[in-house]
């Protein structure tokens, strides 16, 4: 955001975008944050102290509604760790944000869908739609994206299997591949997989590598979360370190100027 490039209520809408995004990664507390903000910058009435302290506030509200399990704060802590030292552009950011906001608001609407459902295997396909255009959408593009940070590369055009499998040679980002599983991947978009309600476990097969996997209900519920938590994850920090810190920056530009 260069100086002169926004006004104050275009800077404020796009907090109430970046917002709506949140919204979509079921927080509650941010969005409320940024909404409040955002009318004070529309005004004219932000002060640069009032900003690095919302900033602040932010920050904190995002790694407390996140981490409200305790399996997602080490998917939260390995993003953040990758984002800081790679740096990404503002452009960058912004482009995965737009490029992820539509896949995991479709998925929010299916696992709010499935919420509502009484028949466990109704939910649990559910589940298995959601999980692939997890797989086939946003995971692989944030993963790439996380990689190519690592890496320092402009981009990466790597596969998901290869980015997971350098990721466990160099030790790191366990939990952002714990949710990776070709198998499931494979069997529900060939539909070769079945869902036993009376015994609450899934078969998943994958005909072409001779391979299958069989997992609880509750087991690949949990692994939906995690693949689907990564994307939410990657929006946060993006959002929490460097969207809003550029936005409030410009904020302070134009109120000066």
Not at 112 to 118: G, K, P
Not at 154 to 161: C, G, H, K, M, T
């Amino acid at each position: 955001m260069s100086k002169g490039l926004f006004s104050l209520p275009e800077i404020a809408t796009k907090l109430r975008e970046f917002a709506t995004i949140l919204s979509i990664g079921a927080f509650v507390e941010a969005p409320n944050i940024l909404n409040n903000i955002s009318t004070v910058i529309e005004r004219g009435e932000a002060t640069e102290q009032m900003l690095q302290e919302t900033l602040e506030k932010l920050k904190q509200s995002i790694w407390r509604e996140f981490c409200d399990e305790s399996w997602k704060k080490p998917i939260l802590d390995e993003v953040d760790v990758i984002l800081v030292k790679g740096s990404p552009s503002f452009v960058s950011a912004l482009k995965i944000l737009e490029d992820a906001k539509a896949p995991q608001e479709t998925c929010t609407q299916i696992m709010r869908l499935a919420a509502i459902q009484d028949n466990n295997l109704t939910r649990m396909h559910l589940y298995c739609f959601a999980y692939l255009i997890l797989m086939e959408g946003v995971y692989d593009q944030v993963l790439r994206f996380l990689y190519a940070l690592h890496t320092k590369s402009p981009s990466s055009n790597a596969d998901v299997q290869s980015i997971c499998e350098n990721f466990k040679i160099a030790n790191m980002a366990s939990a952002l591949i714990e949710g990776w599983n070709p198998i499931v991947r494979n069997a529900i978009a060939h539909a070769t997989y079945s869902l036993d309600a009376n015994s609450g476990m899934a078969n998943f097969e994958d005909r072409r590598a001779h391979s299958s996997v069989e997992l609880s209900f509750a087991a690949f519920s949990l692994l939906f979360h995690k693949v689907l938590h990564v994307g939410i994850a990657v929006s946060d920090v993006l959002i929490g370190r460097i969207m809003v810190f550029a936005a409030f920056n410009e904020a302070i530009k134009v109120a000066k100027s």
